[in-house]
């Protein structure tokens, strides 16, 4: 299949893939196709969004040649088929991660599932209904983030502290590209209303340790946010053992289609939040004076919704818990320590974040020294890898380890050794490219 | 290899040995430009003689495309009129849209000198900011320098 010749590091340990890769590359028609005059197309970011299996695609054709209507609307068979495709998307979804099905709300990606709480929350503080002023964020209060974070969860908190007069804080992050918890006691106080983290980072590939930050948030009464934007997708993620308020993940990343993520909350902190969208579908009773909303979920899904897309989740949920999450993360995890071994057998190759697979996912960063990150992407792309290159919407942790950018490779299901070698060759290629092979240097 | 139609020895050459680097007094105007979307970063000043750019002179960190981009408007407007290196700066832009096009690149070979050698980055539309980023950072600086000059250029 792989045309590449690799060049196995010293003593590299290939463990057999829990995962049939054969068979998994045949379920998605987008690697059957070539890319840059006819090469194999490997494809290295799922981190930024994940290619997608025939079932999903077939789920969302499906619905739209046969069921296609608005759910939780209408008289006639299509709503009502709508509907229970819809709701029963969203009881697999909830399955999916141990949730009661109330507590599942959709919306467009986690982007979304973020600023749908940071909004709230503010929005809570100007709230008619005293029941929706629980959680309101204001002067003097402390909105928690790390450094670590994703724009996504980072910029949505800094604007809330902007909307309300709150205060944003930060945990910082060690020279080994971890979570630095030594002022977690200090940092997360009573002043605290909110802790934002995520679970994996998309840039370092580090996995939290999200226990002493839930109990710590716990201990002060503060609430918990979890991106799970880059976990839900890799591993096994439980809400109930997760023990914080907010779960959000995104579709697009998880092997289904783009424009539909989740919002889990805990239901007594939803049922508390006022809404953030508002319009038709989230609304009890409306007046020319005033209007009551519905309870959660439904009270932050405003409009008609990505129906097709939460049916094509449905079918990507199906899908991973067929192959089992617990098989899915150890696949990676074989994958990411072989990678990690090749590429740091590279001379002048830097991988940035844990260099081992100890608490870690399969988001590798790296540098290549001499090699600007663009331009070992672009060497990468003429070999028909594609790999993202820049700051990974993640800029201040670029900056806290002193690299202007790096060049990032993600692996999945589909994601076997050809082609992590097809990477580390295509590293070496770049370093003969630009002529900063350290054999040439000695030469 | 496509490779090589982007990364032309005339390209590499200035990323190794990039003309005029450093940021010079004196200057009337500094601006920062970056590219948001790959972390590309430029610093850039001006120093202006009446109306000539008596001088351009800039830091920066970014890949060798942006990095040469720079090096090379450094040779084609030091001595020159604000209005006619802008004029050029409308060419480079003309050729960055040429998806490449030989035919332009042709056209533009005399006016453009080294910096023709950016065609091939025109068949890459992630790549093309890349070489934009120097040139829409002169723009800005002229004309916050022009702004700054008492004469506002007419000496």
Redesign the interface.
């Known amino acids: 299949m792989t045309q590449t010749v690799s060049r196995p590091a010293a003593g590299a340990q290939k463990p057999p893939l829990p995962l049939d890769v054969e068979a998994i590359r045949a379920d998605f028609p987008i690697l059957t196709r070539t890319v840059?005059?006819g090469k194999r197309l490997v494809y290295l970011d799922s981190g930024a969004t994940s290619q997608k299996p025939r079932s999903v695609l077939d789920a969302e054709r499906d619905f739209y040649e046969n069921h296609n209507a608005a759910p939780h609307r209408g008289a006639h068979q299509l709503a009502e088929e709508a509907t229970g495709l819809y709701e029963g998307a969203r009881a697999r979804i909830a399955e999916f991660i141990s949730a009661a099905v109330e507590e599942v709300v959709f919306t467009r990606n986690t982007t979304d599932a973020i600023n749908t709480v940071a909004y709230a929350l503010s929005n809570a503080a100007t709230a008619k209904e005293p029941s929706f002023r629980r959680y309101a964020v204001g002067q003097g209060d402390e909105i928690v983030v790390t450094e670590m974070e994703h724009h996504a969860n980072l910029v949505p908190w800094q604007q809330l502290c902007e909307r309300t007069g709150a205060t944003l804080r930060w945990l910082g992050l060690t020279d080994d590209g971890r979570l630095d918890l030594s002022d977690l006691g200090t940092v997360v106080n009573e002043r605290t209303r909110l802790v934002a983290v995520t679970q994996q980072s998309n840039i370092l590939g580090t996995i939290n340790p999200l226990e002493p930050i839930v109990a710590r948030a716990r201990e002060v009464g503060a609430l918990v946010l979890v991106d799970g934007a880059q976990s839900v997708p890799h591993q096994p993620v439980d809400v109930a053992t997760l023990g914080a308020d907010f779960l959000v993940f995104s579709g697009h990343k998880m092997l289904g289609p783009t424009g539909v993520g989740v919002l889990w909350g805990r239901y007594e902190v939803l049922d508390a939040l006022p809404p953030f969208m508002t319009g038709g579908s989230m609304i009890e009773v409306v007046r020319m004076e005033g209007s009551t909303f519905m309870p959660p979920p439904q009270r932050f899904e405003a409009g008609v919704p990505m129906t097709a897309q939460v049916v094509g989740l449905g079918a990507a949920v199906d899908y991973l818990q067929a192959l089992g999450m617990d098989r899915v993360q150890a696949h990676e995890e074989a994958l990411t320590g072989y990678a990690l071994e090749q590429l740091q057998a590279i001379p002048g190759v830097t991988v940035i974040g844990p260099p081992d697979t100890v608490a870690r996912g399969g988001a590798i960063s790296f540098t290549v020294e001499g090699i600007?990150?663009?331009?070992v992407g672009?060497?990468l792309d003429?070999l028909g890898i594609a790999v993202r290159?820049?700051?990974h919407c993640a800029?201040p942790v670029?900056r806290r380890y002193g690299v202007?950018?790096t060049t990032r490779a993600t692996f999945y299901v589909h994601t076997g050794y050809d082609d992590v070698d097809t990477l580390v060759e295509g590293v070496r290629a770049a370093q003969r490219?630009?002529g900063v092979t350290p054999e040439e240097a000695t030469a | 290899?496509?490779?090589q139609s982007?990364?032309q020895d005339i390209i590499?050459d200035h990323y190794r040995n990039p003309h005029g680097r450093g940021l010079r007094d004196p200057y009337e105007a500094e601006v920062h430009h970056v590219n948001p979307?790959?972390?590309?970063?430029v610093t850039l000043r001006v120093h202006l003689d009446g109306d000539t750019i008596a001088d351009v002179s800039y830091e920066g960190?970014?890949?060798?495309?942006s990095?040469a981009s720079v090096s090379a408007m450094y040779d084609l407007v030091i001595g020159r009129s604000v209005t006619d290196a802008l004029g050029t700066g409308e060419h480079f832009v003309t050729l960055m849209q040429s998806k490449g096009d030989a035919s332009v690149a042709e056209k533009l070979e005399d006016e453009l000198e080294d910096a023709v050698a950016f065609a091939g980055v025109s068949k890459?539309p992630a790549?093309i900011k890349?070489a934009l980023m120097s040139w829409m950072a002169l723009k800005d600086a002229s004309a916050r320098a022009l702004a700054a000059t008492p004469t506002g250029g007419q000496a």
């Not at chain 1, 600007?372 to 331009?375: E, G, L, N």
């Not at chain 2, 960190?61 to 495309?65: L, Q, T, W």
């Open positions: 840059r005059d600007h990150p663009h331009d672009q060497v003429d290159v820049g700051h800029w670029v202007p950018a490219f630009f | 290899m496509q490779l982007m990364y590499l979307t790959c972390g590309d970063e960190m970014g890949c060798s495309i990095q890459y790549r890349c």
